[in-house]
């Protein structure tokens, strides 16, 4: 698939086709801004637009996507493109120094094919400080065929001696009718189950475009039973849901969509623009609660549900954990002064 394919992305995408139209395309690249956006794709994009059997002219600079080049990029069977990933089979990923060592290596030998050798990094925000420094060394005199493009959502976790070594570019995501579109057309989904996914992914495409809809909505109904005032106003049945929940494996995912939820109804609170809500079908509940809710506790509670989430691979008590958030969810919501009518 070439540029055109592309969704959003148009000012680094101009600003790669500017330099490669006037021969200036820098050594190294940093593509940063959110996760799942495109930046992986615009990055294999810019390798097949480079090595492409049948280039198109130097102003419309493109890959075709469907030559023998383009499909090997695409596959990473090109001999002259690299793409060095974390490994995230392990609880903290990491590029190690040895996947530097091997770029540093295959860097010796000019290209075999195309012109240039490009090695792709993704996620380069989990370098080792030894892979880092290794990398250094290779930014700091690179072979004149030599392309790097790193890729982070996190730029400011690398050292700031490779920041500077790098032209940044930034992504940011799509506009939420340009996300809409690129669903409806590549998914073959309705309008609505674009708009659902769309705000559910917060725009990122890469994670919308996978996403399993039947999935979503399981889980989403299962957050809304915890949310309905039939579980809230009783303390036991509060406890036993955060037992079952803590047991059930599933915690991770309801609490995204409690987070969900919860910004919805603040953004009702705060008389915001409605038709960004996910929940909009609630509407009617979400204006009852709305009345009641305060609202310091629930920004207070989207901070804990954060750290829960961001804790809950470590070895924290999710049962403690989801007993103190739906309890402090039950005070927020002032069920426990008020009754709340579905
Ligand atoms: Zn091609």
């Not at 609505?192 to 989403?220: C, W």
């Not at 059930?248 to 915001?272: F, K, P, Q, T």
């Amino acid at each position: 698939m070439p540029f055109c394919d592309i969704i959003g992305h148009d000012l680094p995408i101009r600003s790669l086709k500017a330099a490669l139209g006037q021969g200036r395309l820098a050594h190294a690249y940093l593509f940063h801004g959110e996760p799942h956006i495109g930046k992986f794709f615009t990055a294999t994009r810019l390798a097949q637009a480079l090595n492409c059997d049948h280039p198109s002219s130097l102003e419309q600079f493109d890959g075709c996507g469907l030559c023998r080049s383009c499909l090997q990029v695409a596959s990473r069977t090109y001999p002259d493109y690299v793409v060095i990933e974390s490994d995230q089979e392990s609880a903290v990923p990491q590029i190690k120094i040895d996947q530097i060592r091997e770029i540093e290596q295959q860097l010796i030998y000019r290209p075999l094919i195309g012109e240039r050798k490009i090695c792709l990094i993704d996620d380069a925000d989990r370098l080792t400080i030894g892979a880092a420094n290794a990398l250094l060394k290779t930014l700091e005199e690179p072979p004149g065929y030599g392309l790097f493009i790193l890729i982070s959502s996190r730029p400011q976790a690398l050292p700031i001696t490779i920041r500077s070594r790098c032209q940044a570019l930034r992504f940011t995501p799509p506009t939420h009718a340009q996300a809409e579109r690129t669903l409806i057309a590549q998914r073959n989904i309705s309008q609505a189950e674009a708009r659902f996914l769309t705000l559910y992914s917060d725009r990122r495409i890469g994670e919308a475009l996978t996403l399993d809809i039947e999935t979503l909505h399981a889980q989403q109904r299962e957050c809304l039973d915890l949310v309905a005032p039939s579980t809230l106003q009783s303390i036991t049945t509060v406890l036993t849901v955060a037992e079952q929940l803590a047991k059930s494996g599933r915690s991770a995912e309801v609490l995204g969509w409690l987070s969900h939820w919860i910004r919805d109804l603040m953004v009702v609170i705060v008389g915001g623009d409605l038709d960004y809500l996910l929940h909009l079908d609630q509407l009617d509940q979400l204006h009852r609660y709305a009345k009641r809710a305060d609202s310091d506790i629930l920004l207070e509670l989207l901070n804990e549900i954060e750290r829960t989430e961001q804790q809950a691979t470590r070895h924290l008590n999710m049962h403690m954990a989801l007993e103190t958030i739906l309890l402090r969810l039950r005070d927020g919501l002032g069920v426990t002064r008020t009754e709340v009518t579905t």
